[in-house]
């Protein structure tokens, strides 16, 4: 999803993308990707490459969250390091910051408090991932920044119950209960954290404004700066998939981190504003995923 809309943005550019596929490039593979680095030698690496997903699947596979990220990131790093690369994009997340810490969360917060249990192994890969760039930009002087997005929806999101983001699998639920005929839907938790959700395509557009414009260690909040709870996102996402049965709360179920909403004030400053109102994402996204699934290209 996000190294789509980043190749996307990137085309009205005058950069000449190298976008290999999974098939043709393996980043856990750290030969193969000096290899193409080096032969390559580009003059800007994005890394969008990860290993994701919702509470359960962190729950679950915390060795794979920590292990496989650990390695795609510092394989891309070290490998653009030898093969030299000036400009690096590094991509995290939000939940890098501590489970009750103040709101909106300023960069500065990292660090200061406990994470949340149910995605701490992927909160500490990306921790890591921030602390190998500035490790590469105070040793060797490299231009290579971070970026950490609030959590991301839109096309060619991962729609797999058992993996997925809240957002996209609020949609899987709402489309296919009205596709069914279902007069309930059960969803996890309470309904009351509150979250922040930024449109892929707003992100893509934040890495290039970033990568044309930052250098600095300290790395910078992407986000809306405005949240909703969980309870408020089903209903938009409800009523833009045209359900209108009971939605039912199962609060045996982990709620995760009680509130999480970036202070975007840094991104802002360069001229970076998100443009997709969540209405129009969600619509957009409900869209795509009702086509992409009657051509069988929804992963789920």
């Known amino acids: 999803m996000v190294g789509s809309a980043i190749k996307l943005a990137y085309q009205s550019t005058n950069y000449n993308l190298l976008t290999p596929s999974r098939a043709e490039l393996d980043y856990s593979d750290y030969s193969s990707t000096e290899k193409f680095v080096i032969k390559e030698k580009p003059d800007l690496i994005i890394d969008a490459a990860a290993t994701v997903g919702g509470i359960l699947s962190n729950i679950t596979n915390p ?31 939000s939940c890098i910051y501590p489970r009750d810490c103040a709101q909106p969360i300023k960069e500065e917060y990292l660090l200061t408090g406990s994470l949340e249990t149910t995605n701490s192994a992927y909160a500490i890969a990306k921790i890591a991932g921030i602390e190998l760039i500035n490790a590469y930009r105070k040793e060797f002087g490299y231009s290579w920044i971070s970026l950490m997005p ?50 892929v395509n707003d992100l893509a557009q934040a890495v290039l404004k970033a990568s044309e414009n930052y250098d600095s260690s300290v790395h910078l909040n992407i986000g809306t700066g405005s949240d909703l709870t ?29 509130q999480k909403v970036l202070d975007v004030s840094k991104i802002k400053a360069l001229g970076w504003e998100p443009t997709i109102t969540l209405e129009a994402g969600i619509a957009s996204t409900i869209a795509w995923y009702k086509e992409a699934s009657a051509r069988g290209e929804v992963r789920k």
């Open 63 to 93: 060795v794979r969250f920590l292990d496989e990220n650990l390695t795609i990131q510092s394989n891309l790093m070290r490998a653009a390091h030898f093969g030299k690369v000036p400009k690096f994009v590094f991509l995290g997340s």
């Open 230 to 258: 969980i309870k408020e996102l089903a209903g938009k996402v409800a009523a833009a998939a045209g359900f209108t049965g009971e939605i039912e709360w199962d609060t045996s179920k982990p709620d995760g981190t009680p």
């Open 150 to 199: 609030t959590n991301l929806y839109g096309p060619r999101d991962n729609f797999d119950l058992q993996a997925s983001h809240v957002l996209p699998a609020l949609i899987r639920r709402f489309v296919e209960a009205v596709e069914n005929g279902s007069a309930k839907v059960l969803l996890w938790g309470s309904g009351s954290p509150k979250r922040e959700f930024l449109h």
